[in-house]
Every structure is written in structure tokens, then in C-alpha cells.
């Protein structure tokens, strides 16, 4: 007999999911963008979602149709190039970038405002402390869906949803004037934000773990696993939708109390604090230390999990080097790493968008390892140049590439590449074309 979740799995399932997704990057990054956007908000609002939302939801969605996992996604690629590409997102949304920053932002926000003396030593301590607690849920991944999606996230939901409804009801400003470049092209300057939750990364990764925990439920059917996954997916980002309107609205109504504040962390702060007053900050800090926690848990699981696939080192040994490593570059400060991250970003992130859309459309490519090779190529190529440009190298060379100016160049050779890849190249056999699950 085929084994079944119930519906209360399937939720709980969901609200993991989220809560993997729902990390640093998504508290601090919309208010600011909401600030600065101001009346020209649902424009950028609308590209943020596209980034931070919908390409999660079809990156899960990709997953599933590629039978679960990372070698199905690839499996037109090069061995070799396959696992470099994953070894790089995995540093990237674990060790390098995004597990640390949970870690910082959970100080910044949640427990440096307590601390009257804050110190290097005291972010070391909480460094220690926080990847301990992430390492200890991470430990045993059968019990992930338990611990995180019945009871870590329904509280972080029900917080959110409080702080959600305040906001609505007692705006703390009016709505001002946009600024910087949300004036000119504010759906484009939103999309480019929406980079910065690495969720197109992490839905490509958390999908194989998701899978896992599903498996440890006891379905084992490749179908049922999928159709799961992509129910797991719609929940999550029905979630992250409404963190992130509450979040652009509360940073466009922020202007009267928060105006020149350089982060969205401080305008978060300042807001919630007008909003409940002294006990403001203590429902802030359950927000950012419940998000944060149940995020550094899925990217050390999820990295854990690969790289134990890679060498002989167990599961459990590479969580403990990964919370140890999380701990260690967490202490670099949170406007550094940030910094650092952006670059990296502009490289592989239309890479992952091109991977996913590739995978969408596979059956309808009449030489799919053809078309994966030159078109993530072609993507690759010409996100550089944006990256060359971001980092203030003269590439004025390329301005007449659409959409340049916007941070874009990669999009149409992209397409173009996509559209040829698409009618031309011979037919693969039968054999290689067998892999694809249908939902």
C-alpha cells in the first residue's frame, strides 16, 4: 500500500519549508527597499516578489519535475561541471554567505539591543551559542519536519502575523517620494533586491532535503514525493508573499520615523519599537532569532547532507565543520559580508534562473544537452558584465546590450540562446529523455 502524509504532515511540510526560506536576508532587505521605493512601492514590490517568491516556488517546482534532486537537474551537464556548480551554490548559501549572516543578523537585531557594553567578544559568544542551537536541530534530519514545521515556525507565523496586522492598522507615516534609482525603474531595482534572499539558490538546494524528510516519513513513491514537494512550495511562498507586503509597507510608511537609516534591520527596529513600545523590541527579537535559527538549520542539513555525498566524511561530521565555519565567518561583520556576497550573486544568479527555466521546458528541446550547455554558458558569460560593472569596472563597451543599464545584461543573450537551442540540434534517444518525473 502507497504511504500518504496527512494533511497536518503536509502542513507542517509547508511551514518548514517556509521557515528554511524566511532567513536573514528576507527581514532586512524589503523594509528598506519599501523606504526607499516609497510611492512607486507595488512596482518594486512586484519585482522583489518575482525573485524572492516566484522563482523559489518554480525552483521547487523544477526540482520535483527533475525527479528530486540535484544529479536531475544536471543531468545534461557534465558530471564534473554539475557538481562544481553545486559545491559553489552550496558555499555560497552555506559556510560563505547566508548560514553566517542568519548568525549576524540574529545578533544585530535580536540580541545586541540588550547589551550594554556590545563587544567583538560578545558577537563570538553568540556565534558559539546561536550555531550550537542550529547544529543541535540539524543533528537528526527525520525529526526536521517536527521540530521545525509543528512547532518553530507556527510560532514564528503567529508573530509575524501580529506584527503583519500592527502595521496595517497604525501605519507609522505617510508614504513619501521615491528615491535613487526606485524612481526611473523601480520593478527592475526591486528584482535585482530580491537577489539578495538567495532563494532561487536555496529552493534549488532545500528541495533535496525536503525530499529526505518526506522519505523519512515513509513514501516512498517518486510521484507522491514530487506532488509533496510542490505543496510544500505553494505553502512556502504563500508565506513569504505576505511577510514580504507587510515588510515593503511597513518600510514605505517608515519615512517620519526612520528617514536616512542606511539598513533595514534599523528600520525594523525603530518601527516596531513606535508600534508596542518597550515590549517592541523583545517581539523583534523572537521574530529575527526564530527566522534566523530555523534557516542556519536547513543550510547546514542541506549542506551537510550534499558534502557527506561527496567524501567519506558522515552527515553529522559535516554539520559540526559547518556550524564551526558559520560561527567563525559570522564574525566578520554583517555590512562586510554583504558586500562581498553581491558580487558572487550577479555571477550565479542568472545561471540558476536559466537552470530552472531550462528544466521547465526540457521536453520540449530537441537536444537537451545541447541547450543546457551553451545557454547556462551564455548566461554565465554575460552575467559577468554585470558583475565587472558592479564592481566599477568601465564596461561601457556593452551599452547597447538591453537592459544594461539595469543590471540585465545577461537576460536577452540568454533568451536568444534559449530560442535557438530550442529548434536546432538532433533528437536524443528515447533513453536520455526517460527521466523527467510527471506530476
Not at 182 to 206: R, V
Request: charged content about 10%.
Amino acid at each position: 500500500m502507497k504511504k500518504t502524509l496527512k494533511i497536518t504532515d503536509i502542513i507542517a511540510l509547508g511551514f518548514m519549508t517556509f521557515a528554511f526560506f524566511l532567513g536573514a536576508g528576507n527581514i532586512i532587505f524589503p523594509p528598506l527597499a519599501g523606504q526607499l521605493a516609497g510611492e512607486n512601492m507595488l512596482s518594486a514590490m512586484s519585482g522583489f516578489l518575482v525573485t524572492a517568491v516566484g522563482l523559489p516556488l518554480i525552483g521547487i517546482i523544477a526540482v520535483a519535475i527533475a525527479g528530486g534532486g540535484w544529479t536531475g537537474l544536471t543531468r545534461d551537464l557534465p558530471s564534473k561541471v554539475a557538481t562544481l556548480m553545486a559545491v559553489l551554490i552550496f558555499i555560497i548559501i552555506g559556510p560563505a554567505f547566508a548560514a553566517p549572516r542568519t548568525g549576524l543578523v540574529a545578533y544585530e537585531m535580536a540580541v545586541k539591543p540588550f547589551l550594554t557594553d556590545a563587544s567583538q567578544t560578545s558577537l563570538t559568544l553568540f556565534s558559539i551559542i546561536f550555531f550550537s542551537v542550529a547544529l543541535f536541530f540539524a543533528w537528526s534530519r527525520g525529526k526536521l519536519i517536527d521540530m521545525i514545521g509543528k512547532f518553530l515556525t507556527p510560532a514564528l507565523f503567529v508573530v509575524l502575523t501580529v506584527l503583519a496586522i500592527a502595521v496595517f492598522i497604525n501605519p507609522q507615516g505617510t508614504i513619501i517620494a521615491a528615491q535613487g534609482e526606485y524612481i526611473s525603474q523601480p520593478f527592475t531595482t526591486g528584482f535585482l533586491e530580491g537577489y539578495n534572499t538567495m532563494d532561487t539558490f536555496a529552493a534549488l538546494m532545500f528541495g533535496m532535503l525536503i525530499v529526505d524528510v518526506i522519505r523519512s516519513k515513509g513514501v516512498t513513491d517518486d510521484k507522491t514525493t514530487c506532488t509533496y514537494l510542490i505543496y510544500a512550495g505553494l505553502i512556502a511562498a504563500a508565506g513569504l508573499a505576505f511577510v514580504y507586503v507587510s515588510l515593503f509597507y511597513l518600510g514605505a510608511t517608515s519615512a517620519g520615523i526612520a528617514a536616512g537609516v542606511g539598513n533595514g534591520g534599523a528600520i525594523l527596529t525603530t518601527y516596531v519599537m513606535a508600534l508596542f513600545g518597550s515590549t517592541g523590541q523583545i517581539i523583534l527579537s523572537t521574530i529575527v532569532l526564530l527566522a534566523c535559527l530555523t534557516t542556519a538549520i536547513g543550510l547546514i542539513s542541506a549542506c551537510a547532507d550534499y558534502f557527506s555525498t561527496l567524501t567519506p566524511m558522515s552527515y553529522k561530521k559535516w554539520a559540526v565543520l559547518l556550524a564551526i565555519i558559520c560561527a567563525v565567518v559570522a564574525n566578520v561583520g554583517l555590512n562586510m559580508l554583504i558586500s562581498l556576497s553581491i558580487p558572487v550573486l550577479f555571477a550565479l544568479y542568472p545561471v540558476a534562473i536559466a537552470l530552472v527555466v531550462l528544466t521547465l521546458i526540457r521536453k520540449w528541446l530537441p537536444n537537451p544537452r545541447l541547450a543546457y550547455r551553451v545557454v547556462l554558458l551564455v548566461s554565465l558569460i554575460f552575467s559577468m558584465i554585470d558583475v565587472a560593472k558592479y564592481l566599477k569596472f568601465d564596461m561601457s563597451l556593452f551599452n547597447s546590450l538591453p537592459m544594461f543599464n539595469y543590471g540585465l545584461a545577461w537576460v536577452l543573450p540568454t533568451v536568444i540562446a534559449l530560442v535557438i537551442t530550442r529548434f536546432i540540434g538532433g533528437k536524443q534517444s528515447k533513453d536520455e529523455n526517460k527521466h523527467t518525473v510527471v506530476i
